[in-house]
């Protein structure tokens, strides 16, 4: 099974681009809405570590928002609940093959104030949790250059599509 991971900074369309390789995707934002939908253990654990705030279940993004907003510490202790489920449901997907992609800062920011929900403040947060771009690129098979023109896209991942396939015949 070859497996590609999709990686790059908040808002520079990693969906779109792993929608475009038109196999199943595992996203994790829906497995961490799905995790704070349904699962009662992260609920409890998260209570637990932030008393202070108002937090029901199911989980709502604006309730842990304000508890971000707080402070990065408690940003940091919801990733340390969260990280492990979304990893144990993602059962070892990231592998061998890797796929990452990036764009202009500028054009993800724009992007990014678009979103109904979108925070400055707890997008800054996320971001200083965040690998840099250059260690990124570094570790990259391969990298597509998000200009958000659909045809450079789709033809970038049938490029890489058509490498990684041919690898893995020739491995075989």
Known sequence: MIRIAVLGDIGSGKSYVARQFGYPVFTADLEVAKL???????????????????????????????????????????IKIVHPEVRFSMNNFIKKNKNKKFVEKKEINKRLKKRLNFNLKILKKFKRLQLPVEFKKRRSNFIIRNNFRNNSIRKSVKNILGKILLNARSNT
């Open 36 to 78: 704070y939908k349904k699962n009662k253990g992260c609920y409890k654990k998260i209570k637990k570590i932030l008393p202070k705030y108002k937090i029901s279940f199911p989980i709502k993004k604006q309730e842990l928002a304000k508890a971000i907003i707080g402070g990065q510490h408690n940003l940091k202790k919801i």
